[in-house]
Each structure stands twice: as C-alpha cells, then as structure tokens.
C-alpha cells in the first residue's frame, strides 16, 4: 500500500460505493475508481470535497498516480459518473477542479444560496437594543476580577 493510500486509509466502504457505481455505469478505469475512493474517504474525514489540484501527480495506489489537473479532470467528465454543477450523478465536478459526492454539493450549494438571501434582506436595526446588548456582553466583571 502507498504512503497515501495508508494515510488515507481507504475503507471498504469507500471501496464498495466507487465499485458500485462503477459497476452501474460499466467504466472500469481504475484512475476514476480511485478518484471516487479519495472523494469517500476525505468526504468521511470532514472534507466537503476533493481539491484536484492538491493530488495531481500525487500517489493514488502503489501503481497509480494521479494525472495533470486538466487530464483528471477530463476523464473524469468522460467517465459517466461525474456530473457538471446542477447535473444529477453520483459526483460532481466543479470548474476550480473540485470534486464532490453528489449529497454534498447539494448541501453547500444550498448553504451558499440560503446565506446569499440572507444577507440581501436587510435587517432592521434597533440602536438603542444594540447599545443594551452590547452593555450586557461588556458589563464590568464582578470584584473588579
């Protein structure tokens, strides 16, 4: 196992969703594979999505490395299990080289559209309940501590 696939530790699970949907799509490519595999196991350790570029030419496997960023990129787009933005497949691809589990991009898109909203409905403001609150989060300690 290469130093990044044992720092990764890429589970069964991560393994068993990139064969299956595989296996759904009939692409055997072991560089999408692997790109599906990362895409689980990063999404599993926090990540919202894979940054292409910081794996380009980094090991996928003892016997795979990951391509340029633009030859990735492209086969993944051609693998039929990588969609664009507001495509519906299993993962998605962004233009900055970003690839995400469907679920996720969904989630972030939705976050980014409910905050945009957000901040263009004014909201508004009391100064004197500003004053008030603020008083109450600065208010002097007790005992001068």
Do not use: K
């Not at 990044?4 to 969703?17: C, F, N, S, T």
């Not at 496997?61 to 990129?73: G, K, M, Q, Y």
């Not at 519906?88 to 995400?100: K, M, Q, S, T």
């Amino acid at each position: 196992m290469s130093p990044v696939a044992e720092q990764l530790d890429i589970g069964d699970l991560d393994r068993h969703v990139a064969e299956v949907c595989a296996r759904l799509r009939g692409n055997t490519d072991p560089l999408i594979a692997h790109s599906l595999r990362l895409a689980c196991r990063l999404t599993a350790e926090g990540h919202i999505c894979v940054h292409l570029a910081d794996w380009a030419g980094r090991d996928l496997s003892e016997d795979l490395v990951a391509p340029a960023l633009d030859a990735w990129c492209a086969a993944l787009s051609e693998s039929g299990m990588v969609g664009r933005p507001g495509e519906v497949h299993p993962f998605i691809l962004d233009d900055a080289g970003r690839l995400y589990l469907y679920r996720y991009w969904s989630y972030e898109r939705t976050l980014a559209t409910d905050l945009l909203a957000r901040i263009a409905t004014p909201v508004p403001l009391d100064p004197a309940a500003l004053g008030r609150a603020l008083d109450a989060l600065f208010e002097p300690a007790p005992n001068g501590a």
